[in-house]
Each structure stands twice: as structure tokens, then as C-alpha cells.
């Protein structure tokens, strides 16, 4: 046969595909669904490179085996398109987001049909279109309507030499990205969702998704940040005025041992005092030093703890009526609890660290149950002491009494605190789905109305920052003022624009009906494809763009959008493909694969086989190119093996058996995501065949069903030379005969009075007396019954042999 040619071959077939609209799919066929999605990329204006598609590459395993099993396959793609990368293009170059974005779009749509992917392109999303964008913009009127929408002024990061705020991505080290000045904090008026009224459904919801991994919900329900304690009120005093400070903690028991409070530097009992302090110079440059610190930088463990006393004013412990000191430090956040709280430092690492500083007392009220003795800080549970009532109690009996007692004398109550805040929702750029509200001053804020969505970007050639703090929109004043939808005056709309983040909180419920433009989505095709089976993505999104994502599920539920309570059913996280010099891939660092290269140098399918064969599919690994010889290898090994296929041939049972069992593992492992051992067993049958002088059409036709998933390309030619007229993705998954996929050999497991000695290798079924009897002949065996006696032996066939001595 002539040689592979896989340029020739991987055209042929996504020509023929796409004539065929093989991957063109059907809503509520008479078959089982399977919808397999992928986290939508943002199509930047570098494109792909290598590490993005092995996401892709598994969800297009896992769709063509699912087909090939019968199943009614949607496997969608489109695009997260607005961002704020090309809001800085624009402003960097004058080219319209739209245009480059279009451009980019071109791009990544063309890198990804290259790789031959299952994706119904009838089906394909943008977040930028009008469209699309007039259903999130509709999602939000509903929260508006429901009192989920509220206005705040919050804090955003302004560049004072850009005169534009910035994204925590846009800033190095505290400082503008794009010209280096100092970035300052700056309160601006901002649209804001109330996601904290789902905190509690978000965090018990997690139970309901056990196909999804331990570590994704873990790192939700941190993000979530449930904490039960108290509310402790604080009397701060001074010689001109005495008010009040709230302190939210989780260890009400140890209040006895609060030496002295911190204050977040933001705090405004800070402000307030102020004038009052003696040392007022010291604490304002001290917040002057830290107000362009991350909230990830001031709250880091490993530095070192830094502070400044507010000296002129005290707190009274309601506990001891100690009167204790209080300081401002970074450590402290505004955002989190009361942005106050009680240090214990014999009872908390942080507070020992700052206290051993700074010189603060060291109180122990809670000792370890078993008397050990305590060195340094003891932050776990114990006996309270030193603490007049409580004292002898556990510390979830002092808690709860603590708690009682703050309640009943007024000085505080029993309080459930969130880490998880309302969401900002307010971005001040141009680049973003306007929000559809308008500002009336007869009327007030009032929604624009329904039949008027979507309401568009003004198109524009080019834009500058406002210089306020606002929006570009804001100096676009033909689309500004306009008339209010209620009494029909003079009003302006609203210029923030909505987060990158809006786009990609409901997404996937728009392929299931994308040319609806009655509804979001049709009410029996949501219910025929709900929920998602499968969701592919990076663990970066584990916590915001899944946090949002549930949220907005669950609010579309409330108003009868969709009928399932949870979007996403089984959950993955792919790992990174890191450069060959153990980086992550950048244009920084020179270290970039593009997919194109690989695939027109080795072939798109042998770029696959390799992509799903480096390694667990949840863990980062380095590329390395000798591995993809090394596919491509594989791959022209299956094609020589066409030479030896003969009709009414019968290969011999060993070869046949071992075919059953990559039968079973391949199917095993792509339901598992285990690619690589998948990968690894058709190596292993693909030498086998090779040994053999004939092999069976019928034997061959089955393991190009099974490399088909991974090599599809490959797969239909072969399939196609070997005489079959339709798409092998149109055959049936093949059946595995389990007496021949059975094996003749298995490992047990023998213990001695329960605990495991040794292991053997028997034949599967051996008869009981058998397995003992070849146990208690094993070296490591007779050394432990030596001078002992057998009291009794369980076999577990196939499994365990138990030895009970005495």
C-alpha cells in the first residue's frame, strides 16, 4: 500500500465531513443525549498554541466514542470574545475591538478545524454578537426586576497617567502595565449583583455533583468561605468620644485571651479617629505605604507582619474589661467579615507572629485535652482556661456558651459570615455588553424595555478613556442621552458595561437553541439537553467562572428558564502542556508550539495520540517532540498492517482474547479519562498484530474502531481501503466478549491476622484449598506461621486470602 501521507488524507476527511454534516446535530432525536462542552477560549491575537487544544483533543475522544455507542452527541464551540485585551489593542493602535477580535476569531476557528474536531459549526456562539448578548443583557433586566441588582460605590484601580481603570490583570507589581505609574484605588459608582443571596444553595449544591472532582469542590467551597461564630461588639474609647466596633470571629470561646484588636488601614473607624490620634502623621503614612497592595500580597503568610498602634483611642474587651490597644494592619482586609479583628495570639499563628513584634501579651485560654504541653501558638481545639465560665469546657461547648452569654447582655450574637461578596458587575470600558438600565431623573434607574434588547455598542472608529474614570461610553453622547422607557423625558443610559465574566455564565445554554430569538432557550429542547454530561476546562476557572456559572444557573431556575437546579454534571480539569523547558508557553519566552506546524509536519493525528499519551490528563507536563515522532511511529505502524489483512481469515485465539481486552480497557479508560493507559493498551495490541503472519479484516476493522476516537482521520482511511462505504463514526462501538477479555491470571492479596505480607499471582477461579495451599507455601508466609497456629483461613476468591494465627 502506498505510504501514509497525512496532509492529503486529514483534508480528504474534513472535506468529506463537512459535505456529509456528519457532526450536525438534531434536538430531541429518538436516541439517548450526550452533550460534551468545552470551556469556550477567548480568541486572542496570538492564536493557539500546543497546550490549548488537549482539552479539546479529550472532550472530541470522549464525543466520537459516545456516537459510536449510539448516543445523540453535542459537542458545540464558540467564543468568549469580549475582554479586555482588546480594549488595549484599540486604545494602543485605533483598530476597533470588533475588527481584531473578527480577525482573531478567523484564526482559532481555522487552527481548530485542522485538528479534525467533532464541533457543530452550525451551532457557534460569540459573546460580541448582538444576538447572543441581548439574552445576558435580558438575564440581568430579570435580577434588576427581583431586587438582585443594587448600585455601591467600590474601589477600582485607577492608573492616574492612562486616566482608565484596570483590571487586577493589567497591573505588575502595583504598577500600570502598559506605562508603569503607581496604580491608586478609587471609589467609583458601580453596578453590583447580589450573588451572596445563593451563598448557602451554591455551598450545598456541591453535594449534589459527586461526578465532580474533590479538588474543584474543595477549592469552591474555600471560595465560598462559610465561617459560623459571633459578632462581638467592641466599646472604643477616648477621651473626646466613645463608639462601637463590631468583630466577627469564629472562636467566641477565646475571647478571654483577646489582647489587642487590628483594623483594616480602610476601615472607617480609622478615618474617623484620625484627627484624634497622637501619632496621626505615622498612620497615615502608613496607609499612604500599603494602599496599592493586592489583597493577595497583604494577606500573605510568609511576609512580614506590619502594623502601626492608634494611639489616643482603646478597645474594651467585653469579656475582661481589659482595655487593649488597636492597630491598623495590611493583614486586615475591609472586604472580609467587619474588617476588625480580636487578636488572640496564644490561639492564632498570625496574631503570635504580630504580637512577638510589636511586644503585645500573650494570654492562653485553651489547652490541649491530653495535657501535652504548648511551646508556641495553640490554634486547635482543646479545654478553655483562664476564662472564668467557660473554664473546663470543650471549645464547642464554650462556644456555644460564649455566644449565650454575648446575647444575653447585648454585646453580641450568633453570626454566619461569607467569604464569598457580591459580584461588581461594572466594568469602566468600552469593550463589553452595555447594561441595559437608564437613568431618569423623574423616574429614577428604570430598566430598558424588553422589546428594545439588545441594546447595542455604538459603533464607533476609535475611542479614548474618558480621563474620569468612566466608561468611554460616557463621551459618546449621541448614544448617552436618550429617553426614558417609563414616562418617555430626557434620561442617559447607563455607560459600565458588564464583565467578561457575563458572557460565560450561561453560554452553554444557548447551543442547545441558538437561533431562538423568542427565548434564551426553548423551554423542551433545554429540558431534552440538560444538564451538560460533560465540562472540560483549566482548574483556573474553578472558582469565578464556575461560581458565576452556578449562580446564574440557579437564578434561571428560580424564573422557570431552565429545569435542572446544577448546569454541569461531571466535571474535568485538564492539566498544562508546559514548554520543553519546564515553563509555561509565551511569546515572552520564546518557548511557543503552534499546533499548526506540528500538524502539517506530523500530522493532526498524530498530534492527538500524543496530547492524550503524555501523561495523566489532569496533570502539567512538558512537550517534548520526541514523543510526537514516537506517535507518528504508532500511527504508520497500524497503516503497515494493512498488508497483512486476508478475508476469512481466523487469527489465532491468543491475538483475538487480547483484542477483547483492549476492548474493555480503551473503553474503560476513555469513560475514566485515563487517555494515556487507553493509548497505551492499543500499543501493546498493535505489536501483538504485528507478529502475527495474517490478521482477520474483521480483527483489524475492530482496532480502527478503537483508535478512531483518538486518530480520526487515520481511522476513516483505513476503514474506507478496507471496503466499508459510510463513516466509521456511523458504526457501532464494538461489543466486548467478556469470556475472551477475562483473564487467566490475578493478583491476591494474602494476609496474616489482617494485615497484607505478601501477594501471589493464581489462576483466576482456583479452587479455595488451592489458594491456601499455595499460600502457606510462599517463603514470607512460613516465616510468620512458624511455631504458630492456623486458628481459621477466608479466601475472598479472586481477591484476598486471610491467615488467622495465634
Known amino acids: 500500500m502506498s505510504d501514509y501521507n497525512h496532509e492529503k488524507i486529514e483534508k480528504k476527511w474534513q472535506v468529506n465531513w463537512q459535505k456529509n454534516q456528519l457532526y450536525t446535530v438534531k434536538n430531541g432525536e429518538n436516541k439517548p443525549k450526550f452533550y460534551c462542552l468545552d470551556m469556550f477560549p477567548y480568541p486572542s491575537g496570538t492564536g493557539l498554541h500546543v497546550g490549548h487544544p488537549k482539552g479539546y483533543i479529550a472532550t472530541d475522544v470522549v464525543s466520537r466514542l459516545k456516537m459510536m455507542q449510539g448516543y445523540n452527541v453535542l459537542h458545540p464551540m464558540g467564543w468568549d470574545a469580549f475582554g479586555l485585551p482588546a480594549e488595549n489593542y484599540a486604545l494602543k493602535t485605533g483598530i476597533q475591538p470588533a475588527i481584531s477580535t473578527a480577525r482573531n476569531i478567523v484564526t482559532y476557528k481555522r487552527q481548530l478545524e485542522v485538528l479534525g474536531f467533532t464541533y457543530d459549526w452550525n451551532r457557534e456562539i460569540n459573546t460580541t454578537d448582538p444576538a447572543y448578548y441581548k439574552w445576558t443583557q435580558w438575564a440581568f433586566i430579570q435580577m434588576f426586576k427581583r431586587g438582585l441588582v443594587y448600585e455601591s460605590n467600590e474601589p477600582i484601580n485607577w492608573c492616574p497617567t492612562c486616566k482608565t481603570g484596570l483590571a487586577n ?310 448614544w448617552v442621552n436618550t429617553k426614558c422607557p417609563k414616562c418617555g423625558g430626557q434620561a442617559k443610559r447607563e455607560t459600565n458595561t458588564m464583565p467578561q465574566w457575563a458572557g460565560s455564565s450561561w453560554y452553554w445554554l444557548r447551543y442547545m437553541d441558538v437561533d431562538n430569538n423568542e427565548a434564551l432557550v426553548d423551554k423542551k429542547i433545554e429540558k431534552y439537553w440538560s444538564p451538560v454530561d460533560l465540562y472540560v476546562g483549566g482548574a483556573e476557572h474553578a472558582t469565578r467562572h464556575l461560581i458565576y456559572a452556578r449562580f446564574w444557573h440557579k437564578f434561571l431556575f428560580d424564573i422557570g428558564v431552565v429545569s435542572e437546579v446544577e448546569p454541569f454534571k461531571k466535571l474535568r480539569h485538564v492539566g498544562l502542556v508546559l514548554a520543553e523547558d519546564g515553563r509555561k508557553m509565551s511569546k515572552r519566552w520564546n518557548n511557543v508550539v503552534n499546533p499548526d506546524d506540528v500538524a ?153 491476622n489482617g494485615k497484607l505480607r505478601d501477594e501471589m499471582e493464581v489462576n483466576i477461579d482456583l479452587p479455595n484449598n488451592l489458594v491456601e495451599e499455595l499460600a502457606c507455601d510462599r517463603d514470607k508466609i512460613r516465616v510468620w506461621l512458624a511455631g504458630k497456629e492456623i486458628v481459621k483461613v477466608i479466601v475472598v476468591p479472586n481477591r484476598i486470602i486471610n491467615i488467622v494465627i495465634k
Open 169 to 478: 490583570e493589567d497591573l505588575e507589581n502595583g504598577l500600570c502595565e502598559r506605562c508603569g505609574t503607581p496604580v491608586e484605588k478609587k471609589p467609583l459608582r458601580q453596578w453590583v449583583i447580589k450573588m451572596t443571596d445563593y451563598a448557602e444553595r451554591l455551598l450545598a449544591d456541591l453535594d449534589k455533583l459527586p461526578d465532580w472532582e474533590d479538588s474543584i469542590k474543595d477549592m469552591q467551597r474555600n471560595w465560598l468561605g462559610k465561617s459560623e461564630g459571633a459578632l462581638v461588639k467592641f466599646i472604643v474609647l477616648n477621651n473626646n468620644k466613645q463608639t462601637e466596633v463590631q468583630v466577627f470571629t469564629t472562636r467566641p470561646d477565646t475571647l478571654f485571651g483577646a489582647t489587642y484588636l487590628v483594623l483594616a488601614p480602610e476601615h472607617n473607624l480609622v478615618s474617623e479617629y484620625l484627627p484624634l490620634l497622637e501619632n496621626k502623621k505615622e498612620v497615615e503614612a502608613y496607609i499612604e505605604k500599603i494602599k496599592n497592595k493586592s489583597d493577595l500580597e497583604r494577606t500573605d503568610l510568609n511576609k512580614d507582619k506590619t502594623g502601626v498602634e492608634l494611639k489616643g483611642i482603646k478597645a474594651l474587651n467585653p469579656a475582661t474589661n481589659e482595655e487593649l490597644p488597636i492597630f491598623i494592619a495590611d493583614y486586615v482586609l475591609a472586604g472580609y467579615g467587619t474588617g476588625a479583628i480580636m487578636a488572640v495570639p496564644a490561639h492564632d499563628e498570625r496574631d503570635w507572629e504580630f504580637a512577638k513584634k510589636f511586644d503585645l501579651p500573650i494570654k492562653c485560654v485553651v489547652l490541649p485535652k491530653d495535657d501535652s504541653v504548648v511551646e508556641k501558638c495553640f490554634s486547635d481545639y482543646g479545654q478553655a482556661v483562664n476564662s472564668g465560665f467557660l473554664d473546663g469546657l470543650s471549645t464547642a461547648e464554650a462556644k456555644a456558651e460564649m455566644i449565650k452569654w454575648l446575647e444575653k447582655y447585648n454585646l453580641g450574637e450568633r453570626k454566619i459570615n461569607w467569604r464569598l461578596k457580591d459580584w461588581v458587575f461594572s466594568r469602566q470600558r468600552y469593550w463589553g455588553e452595555p447594561i441595559p438600565l437608564v437613568h431618569c431623573e423623574k423616574c429614577g434607574v428604570v430598566p430598558v424595555a424588553e422589546k428594545d434588547l439588545p441594546l447595542r455598542l455604538p459603533e464607533v472608529d476609535k475611542y479614548e478613556p474618558s480621563g474620569t474614570g468612566e466608561s468611554p461610553l460616557a463621551t459618546i453622547h449621541d
Open 600 to 752: 502539517h509536519d506530523f500530522g493532526a493525528d498524530a498530534l492527538r495520540i500524543y496530547e492524550m499519551f503524555m501523561g495523566p490528563f489532569d496533570q502539567a507536563v512538558a512537550w517534548n517532540t520526541n514523543g510526537l515522532v514516537g506517535a507518528r511511529k504508532f500511527l504508520n505502524k497500524i497503516w503497515n498492517l494493512f498488508d497483512k489483512l486476508q478475508e476469512n481469515y481466523e487469527t489465532n485465539r491468543e491475538s483475538v482474547a487480547l483484542l477483547h481486552k483492549t476492548i474493555k480497557k480503551v473503553t474503560a479508560d476513555i469513560d475514566d479519562f485515563k487517555f494515556n493507559t487507553a493509548i497505551s493498551a492499543l500499543m501493546i495490541l498493535v505489536n501483538k498484530l504485528t507478529e502475527e503472519e495474517k490478521i482477520a479484516v474483521n480483527d483489524f476493522a475492530i482496532l480502527l474502531q478503537l483508535i478512531a476516537p483518538f486518530a480520526p482521520h487515520f481511522a476513516e482511511e483505513m476503514w474506507e481501503k478496507i471496503g466499508y462505504e459510510s463513516s466509521i463514526f456511523l458504526s457501532a462501538w464494538p461489543e466486548v466478549d467478556d469470556e475472551l477479555a477475562r483473564d487467566e491470571n490475578i493478583k491476591i492479596a494474602i494476609q496474616i
